[in-house]
């Protein structure tokens, strides 16, 4: 039977050459992110060690915004002499380091990295644990001097001599480029400007007598723990004191979230290669055995028992499993090496020889490859094992079809209907938390139940689709209509691999239309000023900024916003960390915010604060209870609750509450923060475009800084969400790759099955011509049939989002008409494609040898 086997598998490795590909895409998208995350995190993590220092002082701990305050954590420079002092200390040195800043050259143009990695301005100072080298030029000394990385120098074309304005949060200054220095090590695509330590104090902390942190270098035989205690013992509480290894792995974690999404996006990808693959591999093997039929009775006839017959289909399917590991681990390895090298075009330099391929690696891409071809070749493995010997041996089909097909119906409704259940349930939900589980089960189950009733759908709906085919095409239509309904279960498998890629298509579709409507509709609902003036980033900016708007001839009101992390402690007894925002007291007039209770003077006065009413609702809160609210430093103070809002603020934002105040309130307990967005209205009589002319030309100087009226804020909106429908048409392409080489697949075979059928209509007068269209019309109706179960499944989950996203302020339903007519000609092109190669197979095969094809 394993000769046997061998010889089978080596038989027909051509018919199995396209399931191979599926389980190759799969398993090189799960390998190549393995190997890609692996990379990034050794890297850094040899890159964090080496440039640590031993210990590091800095500013304790405090409250986190989901936006920043503008407001720089520091720790007095005199701790240095302190810490110096303490036993077991080699030498300590001041570190000032801002990301919140922007660097512009001479052209007006930002110098920043194009990843989205950050400006770091910091102090230049020789150390064995700097990582970078002076290569060209000179260290900065004095006010007007500056030095920066080569890679940032390279992609900007920054030379030495050249004048660069640095945008901090005292105001802006300018300076010259002495120097350039390279990175030793790995670089993480940072801009880095270096200024000498006095110079970096004054210029981007306003002050002389502060830093960002203190690097603490232990003495000889000194321990980093050790150290870390002794430093401890002489400061007390009010700094974090951490270690290398410690600094490291917060570093590391940092970085867990970029990598992540890279990760959950490949593995994304993977798991629908896997979900449309496995429908593929199921589809081969249903053929090929039942292509079989006489050659497994023979066998059964000669004395195999089920078990081996079972067992030599799965072990074929083993095989299929065990090379397109193989082929999609190396496929995995390139497609790293491709992620290394695109990390590298946009500034982080990752090196190919550092390249990890750790053990769980290939354990996890040859678990993946052999299981999904064990899984989808069991139940056509079960099907061979039932037919018997004398069944067999008369070609005859096996028993049980209307049965089987009975079952599935039956078995499909239930769990349909299970899943209905669950979207009915998620969608009368008020819960977010219940509402998003109920849906995830919902969508699963209707998946299951749409896959399992596929077959029973084929007769209906394919005699609809192609219902015209006999007037429109005559006997060649009739004739393709039939042999797509001829066996339901090989056409259901086969739609069912476009069905999911277009049902995930359909779905997330539907919910990015209708974000972008609520959106919409809530920027025309609430925003009043004409121009919001905001960063590109939503990083605070300087005050220099803010004058120059109130200074433009045709503005009159300027409302400014600034944010800052807080804690609320609520009379339910909870503490709820969240960030609030501040503005000035004309709020109303910019901006239409609508009220449970309360109103805008009430919120912004002095000693008070707004908030949801939903938020309030939950915490049994009422309108003038006094809340403690700790602010950032350890502040506290007890404020009145002024106006509860009917806004929605989504969940895990960071906004918990959609908690406002006044500017005055907000700068009497976090003074030094920045404006993070102005809302500017012309004045009386001023047209809005002299006004947005007049801001663009003050800002000119300022290229992180937007003037934005309504129009453009849903333009940026629908560029964010845009960016889940390049995912989701990413993810779309590969279904469909995989779900053409489905039909691909079985066209082939199904050409092979009907070899003599095909001879015996060409010997009474069927053409070339007429073959091939009859098979590309048998392609177009099941890739059609496949794209109404897919669309019609994708927008059921797509009213489910939905709902679930109106539990979170995102009301307006909306559905993507275009998408949708998209799809439906996409899968008829999607059809003829596929059927290019096997129409022309059966169009050149010589009739007297099919006819006597056996």
């Given at each position: 039977m394993?000769?046997?086997t061998?010889r089978?598998?080596?038989a ?9 590909l599926a ?7 799960v390998?190549g ?24 002082v800095?500013p304790?701990?405090d409250?986190?915004a ?10 007095p ?9 303490v036993?077991g200390?080699g ?6 380091a801002?990301?919140n800043?922007?660097v ?15 400006t ?14 002076l290569t ?20 900007k ?6 004048t660069?304005?640095?945008i901090?949060?005292?105001g802006?200054f ?11 090590t790995?670089?993480p ?11 970096a ?8 007598d502060?830093a ?11 321990s ?15 700094y ?6 410690e ?6 974690e940092s ?19 896997v ?8 589809n081969?093997?249903s ?10 009775g ?9 078990r ?20 999609g681990l ?9 992620l ?9 330099n990752l090196?190919?020889?550092e390249m990890?391929?750790?053990w ?14 064990f ?18 041996l008369?070609?005859?089909?096996a ?9 599935r119906?039956?078995?499909g ?18 819960e977010?938390?219940t ?12 998946l299951?139940?749409?896959v399992v ?9 394919i ?7 006999p007037?429109?095409f005559g ?8 042999n797509?309904l ?6 259901g ?20 239309a ?6 919409d509709?809530?920027?025309d ?7 919001v003036?905001q ?21 009159g ?5 600034r944010y800052?992390?807080?804690?609320l ?9 969240t ?18 209770a309360?109103?805008s ?5 002095s000693g008070?604060l707004?908030m949801e009413?939903?938020?309030a ?6 309108l003038?209870d ?13 404020l009145?609750?002024?106006?509860l ?8 934002t ?33 047209d ?9 030309s ?15 804020y849903?333009e940026?909106?629908r560029?964010q969400?845009?960016?889940i ?17 489905g ?6 075979l ?6 003599r059928e ?6 009474i007068?069927?053409g ?6 009859m098979?590309r ?9 496949g ?21 979170e302020?995102?009301k ?7 998408t ?18 096997p129409a022309?197979r059966?169009s050149?095969?010589n009739?007297?040898?099919a006819?006597?094809?056996?």
């Open positions: 394993l000769k046997a061998l089978s598998f080596l027909h490795k051509g018919r199995l050459v396209l399931s191979a389980v190759v895409l799969s398993v090189a998208f390998a992110s393995l190997i890609f995350s692996d990379t990034v995190t050794r890297t850094f993590d040899r890159l964090f060690a080496s440039t640590s220092s031993d210990v590091k800095g304790a701990e409250l986190e989901a936006l920043p305050s503008g407001v720089v954590e520091t720790v420079a005199a701790l240095a002499e302190r810490i110096a002092a036993d200390v030498a300590t040195q001041l570190d000032i801002v990301e800043i922007t512009v050259d001479a052209d007006r143009k930002a110098v920043s990295p194009d990843s989205g990695a950050p770091v301005a910091t102090n230049w100072y020789e150390s064995e644990r700097n990582p970078l080298e060209s030029g000179k260290v900065p000394r004095g006010d007007g001097e500056a030095l920066i990385d080569a890679d940032t120098a390279d992609r074309g920054v030379a030495i001599g050249d660069l304005t640095l901090a949060q005292p802006s300018q300076v010259e480029v002495v120097g350039i220095a390279t990175f030793t790995t670089n695509g940072a801009a880095l400007v270096f200024l000498d330590t006095p110079t104090q004054r210029k981007l902390l306003d002050a002389t502060a960002t942190s203190i690097a603490v270098e232990a003495a000889p035989g000194v980093d723990d050790v150290l870390k205690e002794r430093v401890a013992e002489e400061l007390g509480d009010g974090a004191i951490t270690t290398a290894a600094e490291a792995e917060s570093s590391t970085l867990g979230g970029f990598l992540d999404v890279i990760k959950y996006v490949m593995l994304g990808f993977a798991g629908v290669a979900l449309v693959g496995v429908f593929l591999i199921v081969t093997f053929i090929l055995i039942a292509q079989r039929t006489r050659e497994l023979l066998m059964r006839a000669l004395g195999a028992d089920r081996q017959v079972r067992r030599s289909v799965l072990t074929e399917a083993l095989l299929l499993g065990l090379v397109g590991s193989t082929l190396a496929a995995g390895i390139g497609l790293a090496l491709g290394i090298g695109m990390m590298s075009a946009v500034g982080m090196s190919s020889a990890v391929v750790g769980v690696t290939p354990v996890a891409a040859y678990a993946v490859g052999v299981g999904v071809t899984v989808a070749a069991y139940l056509p493995a079960r099907r061979a094992a039932a037919v018997s010997p004398m069944a067999a008369a070609d005859a089909e028993a049980g079809t209307d049965r089987s097909l009975r079952t119906a039956v078995v409704a239930v769990v349909t209907l299970a899943g209905a259940a669950a979207l009915v349930g998620c969608a009368l939900s008020t977010s938390g509402a998003a589980s109920l849906l995830g089960l919902g969508i699963f189950l209707t299951i139940g749409a009733t596929g077959p029973i759908l084929v007769r209906p709906v005699r609809v689709l192609g219902g015209a085919f007037k429109v006997a060649v239509g009739r004739m393709s209509q039939r797509s001829r066996n339901p279960r090989r056409t498998a086969t739609a069912s691999a476009l069905m999911v890629g277009l049902a995930l298509v359909g779905g997330l579709s539907v919910a990015s209708s974000m972008t409507k609520s959106f509709e809530e920027i609902r609430t925003l009043g000023a004409d121009f003036v960063s590109s980033t939503f990083m605070p900016f300087p005050q220099e900024v803010t004058d120059k708007v109130g200074d433009a001839g045709s503005a009101l300027v409302v400014r916003q800052a992390p807080l804690a402690e609520l009379p339910d007894g909870e503490s709820v960390e960030t609030a925002a501040g503005y000035d007291p004309r709020l109303d007039e910019v901006a239409d915010v609508p009220y449970a309360g109103d003077a009430s919120a912004l006065g008070s707004g009413s939903a938020f609702k939950e915490h049994r809160i009422r003038g006094r809340i403690t609210v700790r602010f950032p430093g350890g502040k506290e103070a007890q009145s609750v002024g106006a809002s009917k806004q929605q603020t989504a969940a895990g960071g906004f918990e509450g959609g908690v406002f105040m006044g500017l005055g309130t907000l700068e009497r307990y976090v003074p030094g923060g920045q404006d993070s967005a102005l809302f500017v209205n012309a004045a009386d009589g001023a809005a475009d002299e006004l947005r002319s007049e801001l663009t003050a800002l000119d100087a300022y290229p992180q800084i937007k003037v934005r009226d309504q129009a453009d849903k940026l909106v560029d969400i845009a960016v429908l390049y995912l989701v048409y990413a993810l779309l392409g590969l279904a469909i790759v995989i779900a053409v080489l039909v691909v697949n079985t066209l082939a199904s050409v092979v099955e009907r070899t095909i001879g015996l209509l060409r010997a007068g069927l070339r011509r007429q073959l091939r269209r098979i019309l048998e392609s177009v109706v099941i890739s059609v049939f794209a109404v179960l897919g669309l019609g499944l994708g927008l059921v989950w797509g009213v489910a989002i939905q709902q679930v996203l109106a539990l302020g995102m307006a339903l909306a559905l993507p008409w275009g949708i007519i998209a799809v439906v000609i996409g899968s008829v092109v999607v059809g003829l494609a596929a059927a290019l190669l022309l059966a050149r095969l009739v007297l040898a006819i006597a094809h056996e």
